[in-house]
């Protein structure tokens, strides 16, 4: 949800709200709005010679499967008007993972930049994304997404001292409810 878009639109148009980022660094974060619920906010970390989109396909996947069946039954069954599947509105920061996602999902072979992930989580991806209605917004400045990334870079440690860490001490994932 962009800043200019007020909570009232949004919610008339989608059941679904997902701010998505990546660090560099090998860290992902995802903040997830589903219509009547709290806000959760999840992050997590993978080698840090992890590609920027498979970082953004493993927090996508993880937004989506925290949506349960029966919620989005219950979000269909609700909504203001008639539709098949739950509306999503995917917010993320990176230009090319928002082209590729879109090229990808539209079976399009053209000159977009292929999305570079692993085919066992596009595969994933795929299957969450097959039960939604889904819409992308690209915005390099969202606010939103600046702040869940600094949320997510203090909170989860840096993964190039995780050889220095215990790995029973290691937390892999960390969620926020707000």
Same mark, same amino acid.
């Given at each position: 949800?962009? =800043?200019?878009?007020?909570?009232?639109? !949004? +919610?008339?148009?989608?059941?679904?709200?997902?701010?998505?980022?990546?660090?560099?660094?090998? +860290?992902?974060?995802?903040?997830?709005?589903?219509?009547? $619920?709290?806000?959760?906010?999840?992050?997590?970390?993978?080698?840090?010679?992890?590609?920027?989109?498979?970082?953004?396909?493993?927090?996508?996947?993880?937004?989506?499967?925290?949506?349960? &069946?029966?919620?989005?039954?219950?979000?269909?069954?609700?909504?203001?008007?008639? +539709?098949? $599947?739950?509306? /999503?509105? +995917?917010?993320?920061?990176?230009?090319? !993972?928002? =082209?590729?996602?879109?090229?990808?999902?539209?079976?399009?072979?053209?000159?977009?930049?292929?999305?570079?992930?692993?085919?066992? !989580?596009?595969?994933?991806?795929?299957?969450?994304?097959?039960? !939604?209605?889904?819409?992308?917004?690209?915005?390099?400045?969202?606010?939103?997404?600046?702040?869940?990334?600094?949320?997510?870079?203090?909170?989860?440690?840096?993964? &190039?001292?995780?050889?220095?860490?215990?790995?029973?001490?290691?937390?892999? /994932?960390?969620?926020?409810?707000?």
């Amino acid at each position: 949800m962009s =800043e200019t878009t007020s909570y009232a639109d !949004f +919610i008339s148009r989608y059941d679904i709200g997902i701010h998505l980022v990546s660090e560099r660094r090998g +860290i992902w974060a995802v903040q997830s709005l589903v219509r009547d $619920k709290r806000t959760t906010r999840s992050a997590g970390s993978l080698p840090s010679a992890a590609s920027a989109h498979s970082l953004l396909v493993v927090g996508l996947t993880v937004a989506l499967r925290d949506v349960t &069946k029966v919620q989005a039954e219950k979000l269909v069954r609700n909504a203001s008007i008639e +539709i098949a $599947k739950p509306r /999503v509105l +995917i917010t993320c920061l990176d230009e090319t !993972f928002g =082209e590729a996602m879109r090229a990808k999902m539209e079976r399009r072979l053209d000159e977009t930049r292929p999305l570079r992930s692993g085919r066992n !989580f596009v595969k994933e991806l795929a299957r969450q994304i097959s039960r !939604f209605d889904v819409d992308w917004e690209i915005d390099p400045s969202n606010v939103t997404c600046l702040s869940l990334r600094n949320w997510a870079v203090k909170r989860l440690p840096d993964p &190039k001292t995780v050889s220095e860490i215990p790995t029973v001490l290691m937390p892999t /994932v960390v969620g926020d409810l707000t």
